[in-house]
Structure formats: C-alpha cells, structure tokens
C-alpha cells in the first residue's frame, strides 16, 4: 500500500510547531495515524486515528519528563490519593496499617529489652515489667495491635513502671490516628465522587448535521439515566485542529469554542429527557471550512480535527459539580442525518423514553446546505446629490463622511438620507 507524504513534510525545511514552548517537526496530521490518513485511504485509514479524549471521556495525553515529578506528587498527598486506582489504594491501605504494628511492635519488643522483661532475661518473680506479658516479638506486636485497635484483650496491659512506655503509648495512639482519619477520608471521599454520577449520562455515539429551524446545524443528543435531576447543566464544545498563525507558525491542538444551545437557549437546560443540542453552521463557525465542503471528511486537511464535547453539571443529591466528556471525530459526524424521536407516550399517560433508538439516525430528506459567505470587498463610499448638477463625490470631506456614517449605523440605512451637496442636517422626528 503507498501512501501520499502530508503536504507540510514536501517543504525543504521542516515547518517548526510552537505550542507551550515545544517545538517538534509537522510530519504527521494533528490525529493521523501515520501514512495511512491520507486522500486516497478513505474512511477506514481516517478511523486509525488517535483521539485526544476517547469516547468514555478519558484523557489519552502521557505526561512525560517533568522535573520532580514524585516530589509535586507527595506534596499533594490528598489527591495523590484520590486519583490512585482501587487495587493500589487497598494495598497501601493494608500495608499501612500491617506496617504501623510490626513498626510499634518493634519500639515495644525495645522497651522491654531494655528494661529487661524478656525470657531470656529470666526476670525475678517480684520484677514488675513496663507492659505485662510482653516477652517476645510476637507479644510485642500483638500488644501494639491491641493498642492501636482498641481491641484490649485484659493480659495486656501497661504498667506505671516505666515512663518511656506511657510516652510511646501516647505517640503511637496519636500517629496512627491521624493515618486512619487520612487513609479512611480518603476512601470515603473517592466513593462519594461524582465520577460515578457522570456515567449515568449518556452521548450519542454519532453527531449528526441537519437543518433545523432554516439552517444548518451539527446536533448531539444527551441523556440523563437517572431519575435524580443534574442542575445547571452546561454544554460546551472545543474543536481541536491545526492551525496556521498571522506569523506562520503552525499550532498543533488549537482549541476553538463550539457554542452548542437547546433550541434558542442555552442557559441551564432541563435535562429530564433526552435533549438535542445544537450548534449552528454559520460564518462564525470554526466547523464553516469542513462544512462548506458538504461535510468532506474524506478530504484530510479539512477532517485533522476533533470535536470534544464537555457537559458540566451539579448533582441534585450531594451538590457536588461533576462533569462529563466525549469527543467525535469527522467520521462520526454524519452529513445529512437526524436523530429520530425517543420520547413517546404509553397508555397509561406517562412519558416514555426509549434508549433503543438512542444512537439510531435517519436520514434527512432535504440535506443541509452551507455556503461560505464572500469576504467584503473594500470600497470607497459615494453619495449622490439630489441636486446641483447630477451625482458627485463627497467623499473631499473627511468630516462629513464621518458624520454620516456615523448617522446611518445609529439610524439605520433608511432613515436617514443627504438632500444634497449642501452641509449634513438631521432631522429627528418624536416617534
């Protein structure tokens, strides 16, 4: 199989990517896979490309060779923490508490040496030991796990004979009390996440582009599973591409706002049911390029991007903020398609919605249709006079173009207009 080389890489320099003080050569499409994104390798070479975000929401960004890294880590023990997955977190959970026994069981096993109360020793019958029945290791470490779990099986016990012992007693008691209230805050802290939460909300698999009140628009259909309500709910959208700067540095993973809305709001939908948003195609659009091919996602200058989709929400029950993610690539926006209905009505009056239809679409009979407006041309402005001997220019006078245009943007272009050649008068009417 050949492969088209990327247009950037046929230059006899390597163009140079300036984004967060890291420059790398441009030999690759911004999400290609290689030499197989390209023309002619059509949509199953386009679908090997790497995500930024995959679809559950996950960053697929590796962080590499940052200077004290462990170091940053430690000092932000809580969310060091939070962020540790379940298998790693019940060991250091378990090795934390086996550790802080045989550690103390240790400093106990001392103490009594020390003092003397070990067999080996063979104390006199009238020998008071610092702690009772604590003459070996095992018994030490077994004391110090009664302690420090306020188990106190009766033969163990400390005595009032030696002062270093209560001193002991009292610093294993604070520290390891400490350690639970840390280690067991953050169980219950990532348990309570609303990480969870945000898995009970649903993206449609495919983005689709259709006409919706007269123009053209690319729709997502958001769901909430549960019968708990999301708050202030918020729907943004970034377009990540390649860009090119005025300077001519080539920007790799520019972010572009995508504004998405129900219907003609976008402030706090009503996430009961399964809801549509929309984001209008217009020449404000960063989607006005790709759309003005008809949606041209075999074409790979105007596919190398990814649309992110990020829903921010507060979860009724517990007030915490959770936020949920997705992104779409150019072959997952479908051209020319509709999201069918979900929401039906059953025999016993109740509102139904069907997640069988969910990701289904339909195509549309009308497809959309998007042109590019053409860049304003500039052009000297002329006035006609009235009268006087036909139309001149008036443009000699710098002031009175000034005043003039200034009257029309605040007026409109049908309020008001010259008479003659004769200095600008303006006549305002109590409407």
């Not at 139904?352 to 500039?378: C, E, G, I, R, W």
Request: net charge positive; with cysteine.
């Amino acid at each position: 199989m050949t492969s088209a080389t990327p247009p950037s890489s046929r230059s006899p320099s390597p163009q140079k990517v300036c984004h967060s003080q890291t420059q790398t050569e441009v030999l690759k499409p911004l999400l290609g896979g290689g030499g197989g994104a390209t023309a002619g390798g059509g949509p199953a070479a386009l679908r090997r490309r790497r995500r930024v975000l995959s679809k559950d929401g996950r960053s697929n960004v590796r962080i590499e060779h940052v200077s004290g890294r462990g170091a940053l880590y430690l000092r932000d023990l809580w969310t060091t923490f939070l962020d540790m997955q379940w298998r790693y977190k019940l060991f250091l959970f378990s090795a934390t508490f086996a550790g802080t026994w045989f550690v103390f069981g240790v400093l106990w096993y001392l103490v009594a040496l020390v003092h003397g109360d070990l067999l080996e020793f063979d104390p006199p019958s009238n020998h008071t030991p610092c702690v009772m029945q604590v003459q070996t290791l095992t018994g030490a470490f077994l004391f110090s796990l009664e302690s420090q779990t306020t188990i106190g099986y009766g033969f163990r016990c400390i005595t009032e004979e030696c002062p270093v012992a209560i001193i002991l007693l009292i610093v294993q008691l604070v520290i390891t009390m400490v350690m639970e209230i840390f280690i067991t805050g953050t169980f219950l802290a990532k348990v309570a996440r609303p990480k969870k939460r945000g898995e009970t909300v649903k993206f449609s698999q495919h983005a689709v582009v259709a006409n919706h009140e007269g123009r053209p628009c690319l729709m997502i259909r958001v769901a909430n599973m549960r019968k708990s309500l999301l708050l202030g709910c918020q729907v943004t959208g970034k377009l990540l591409q390649t860009s090119l700067t005025k300077e001519g540095e080539t920007v790799r993973l520019d972010q572009r706002n995508v504004a998405f809305q129900v219907d003609t709001s976008s402030d706090s939908p009503f996430l009961i049911l399964p809801l549509t948003f929309y984001h209008v195609i217009d020449d404000s659009s960063p989607l006005r390029a790709w759309a003005a091919k008809g949606g041209g996602w075999t074409d790979p200058e105007l596919a190398d991007f990814e649309l992110l989709v990020i829903m921010s929400a507060t979860v009724e029950p517990t007030s915490a903020t959770c936020q949920v993610r997705t992104s779409y690539l150019p072959d997952e926006i479908l051209w020319g398609y509709e999201f069918p209905p979900v929401v039906s009505l059953s025999p016993s009056g109740k509102y139904v919605a069907d997640f069988a239809f969910f990701d289904k679409v339909a195509k549309t009979k009308t497809p959309p249709l998007f042109k590019q407006a053409p860049p304003p041309s500039p052009q000297t402005p002329r006035y006609q006079g009235s009268g006087g001997g036909g139309g001149g220019t008036v443009g000699s006078d710098p002031e009175k173009m000034r005043l003039e245009e200034s009257y029309r943007e605040e007026k409109g272009r049908d309020r008001g207009r010259i008479r003659d050649s004769s200095p600008l008068s303006v006549r305002i009417s109590n409407v």
